[in-house]
C-alpha cells in the first residue's frame, strides 16, 4: 500500500529565510506527486505537481519540489519565505489508474517577523 | 463556476440525524472525489467518481455513509444515523482523468 511520510510536524521559520519541508513516500510504481497547502478554514489549494519528466518542478507563489527516486524523496522548498506562507503544507502520492490521494499528515509552518 | 463549491458551508445536527452535503464539481471535470479531514486521522479518502459511477468506495466507514452522482456533475454524501465520531471537514474534489485534483473549500460537520 502506498504511504506518505512528512516527518516534520510543525516548522517555524524567520521571514525571509530560506524553507524546506521533507517528505518521503513509498510506493510500488511510478508516482504521482503532489504538494497542497491549506489555510485555516479553508480547502485544499495545489502548489505543484510532478507527474513524469523534470524532477524538478515549480509551482505557484515561488515554490519548487525535487523527485529524486533513490531517496523516494519530494522536497519542498521556498528561498524566501513571506509572513503570508504560514499554512498546514500537505504532500501527496498517487499513480495513473489508482486516482485516490494518499496524504501525508502535514507540516505546520509558523513565520516569525 | 471557477472551482469547485461545497454546501453548507457548516453544518451542525444531532446525534441519530441523517445529513446530506452537497458538491458541485468543476464543469467538464469527468472525476470527483469525497476525503474527510479529522484531527485524530488527517485526511482520508472516501469515494471516487468517475462520471456516474463509483469505482472505489473503499474508503467509506460504514454502511451509514453513501454517495451518488447524477449528470456527472452534482454530487451528494449522505450519512445516515450520524454519531459523534463523523463530526470532521468533508471535502470534494474534482479533476480530469488521470489529472491533479482541484479542492472545494468543504463542509464542516459537528455531531451534538
Known amino acids: 500500500a502506498q504511504s506518505v511520510t512528512q516527518p516534520d510536524i510543525h516548522i517555524t521559520v524567520s521571514e525571509g529565510a530560506s524553507l524546506e519541508l521533507r517528505c518521503n513516500y513509498s510506493?510500488?510504481?511510478?508516482?504521482?506527486l503532489f504538494w497542497y497547502v491549506q489555510s485555516p478554514g479553508q480547502g485544499l489549494q495545489l502548489l505543484l505537481k510532478?507527474?513524469?519528466?523534470?524532477?524538478l518542478v515549480q509551482g505557484i507563489k515561488g515554490f519548487e519540489a525535487e523527485f529524486k527516486r533513490s531517496q523516494s524523496s519530494f522536497n519542498l522548498r521556498k528561498p524566501s519565505v513571506h509572513w503570508s506562507d504560514a499554512a498546514e503544507y500537505f504532500c501527496?502520492?498517487?499513480?495513473?489508474?489508482?486516482?485516490?490521494?494518499?496524504f501525508g499528515t502535514g507540516t505546520r509552518l509558523t513565520i516569525i517577523p | 463556476g471557477a472551482g469547485v463549491s461545497q454546501s453548507p458551508s457548516n453544518k451542525v445536527t444531532e446525534k441519530g440525524k441523517d445529513v446530506e452535503l452537497r458538491c458541485d464539481p468543476i464543469s467538464g471535470h469527468t472525476a470527483l472525489y469525497w476525503y474527510r479531514q479529522s484531527l485524530g486521522q488527517g485526511l482520508e479518502f472516501l469515494i471516487y467518481?468517475?462520471?456516474?459511477?463509483?469505482?472505489?468506495k473503499s474508503g467509506l466507514p460504514s454502511d451509514r455513509f453513501s454517495a451518488e452522482r447524477t449528470g456527472g456533475s452534482v454530487s451528494t454524501l449522505t450519512i445516515q444515523r450520524t454519531q459523534q465520531e463523523d463530526s470532521a471537514v468533508y471535502l470534494c474534489?474534482?479533476?480530469?482523468?488521470?489529472?491533479?485534483?482541484?479542492f472545494g473549500p468543504g463542509t464542516r460537520l459537528t455531531v451534538l
Open positions: 510506493y510500488g510504481a511510478t508516482p504521482y
Open positions: 474534489a474534482s479533476s480530469l482523468a488521470g489529472r491533479e485534483q482541484f
Open positions: 501527496a502520492v498517487t499513480n495513473f489508474g489508482n486516482e485516490k490521494l494518499t
Open positions: 467518481f468517475q462520471g456516474n459511477s463509483a469505482p472505489d
Open positions: 510532478y507527474f513524469s519528466g523534470d524532477t
